[in-house]
């Protein structure tokens, strides 16, 4: 629902509410090992492994990452409430596999680029939040790269668009026992506004 708060607030407004949300989210990206590929439009894209990590360690990253924004996303919108009178909400979509990743473009314009079949997964994946009312999903793919992570999921499917049948979803709802790295990540932010004290 973020076109009609766009279309009912200042573009001063829309930059600063977008900046903080970029800010809360991409906090989650980068400090589990990722890195910020794009925005497009509200959206932000993270990618995991581009540094040749271990498959197990970077979907664990990406899985830590999705609930770190979640819980990001909660914090933001206790100050978006009282400040606005809204709330944002995301639907967040991991997916592995090989892509290629280098400096594309025109020779006056090159820019940092992937492509491959992995991100238009993950992408398709994303907006199947809207439609099975998630928050976070993840291709089974994926969460078969961390068998020992003590992830709470629930598993259903879905028929993603541009697929040809069902494709096998891992709804992450949080982590089973206490995760210190999430937890580390969760109260920085705190320690941070407070760097002076600290």
Same mark, same amino acid.
């Given at each position: 629902?973020?076109?009609?708060?766009?279309?009912?607030?200042?573009?001063?407004?829309?930059?600063?509410?977008?900046?903080?949300?970029?800010?809360?989210?991409?906090?989650?990206?980068?400090?589990?090992?990722?890195? !910020?590929?794009?925005?497009? +439009?509200?959206?932000?894209?993270?990618? $995991?492994? %581009?540094? /040749? *990590? #271990?498959?197990?360690?970077?979907?664990?990253?990406?899985?830590?990452?999705?609930?770190?924004?979640?819980?990001?996303?909660?914090?933001?919108?206790?100050?978006?409430?009282?400040?606005?009178?809204?709330?944002?909400?995301?639907?967040?979509?991991?997916?592995?596999?090989?892509? !290629?990743?280098?400096?594309? +473009?025109?020779?006056?314009?090159?820019? $940092?680029? %992937?492509? /491959? *079949? #992995?991100?238009?997964?993950?992408?398709?994946?994303?907006?199947?939040?809207?439609?099975?009312?998630?928050?976070?999903?993840?291709?089974?793919?994926?969460?078969?790269?961390?068998?020992?992570?003590?992830?709470?999921?629930?598993?259903?499917?879905?028929?993603?668009?541009?697929?040809?049948?069902?494709?096998?979803?891992?709804?992450?709802?949080?982590?089973?026992?206490?995760?210190?790295?999430?937890?580390?990540?969760?109260?920085?932010?705190?320690?941070?506004?407070?760097?002076?004290?600290?």
């Amino acid at each position: 629902d973020f076109t009609p708060f766009v279309e009912a607030h200042l573009a001063f407004d829309v930059v600063h509410i977008l900046n903080r949300f970029f800010k809360a989210v991409g906090d989650a990206i980068l400090v589990n090992n990722g890195v !910020i590929y794009q925005y497009v +439009g509200d959206q932000i894209v993270g990618l $995991f492994g %581009v540094g /040749g *990590d #271990a498959p197990e360690k970077s979907c664990l990253d990406s899985i830590r990452a999705g609930l770190g924004m979640l819980a990001a996303l909660d914090d933001l919108n206790a100050q978006l409430s009282d400040e606005f009178a809204t709330t944002l909400d995301v639907g967040i979509g991991a997916h592995v596999g090989p892509l !290629i990743v280098g400096m594309m +473009g025109h020779p006056d314009h090159r820019q $940092f680029t %992937v492509v /491959g *079949d #992995a991100i238009n997964i993950a992408s398709r994946i994303q907006d199947t939040n809207k439609t099975l009312g998630t928050r976070f999903l993840l291709s089974q793919t994926l969460f078969d790269q961390v068998p020992h992570a003590p992830v709470q999921v629930r598993k259903t499917q879905a028929v993603l668009k541009g697929r040809h049948g069902a494709f096998q979803l891992v709804e992450a709802i949080g982590f089973a026992t206490p995760d210190s790295a999430l937890l580390l990540q969760s109260t920085i932010g705190v320690l941070m506004q407070h760097q002076q004290r600290f």
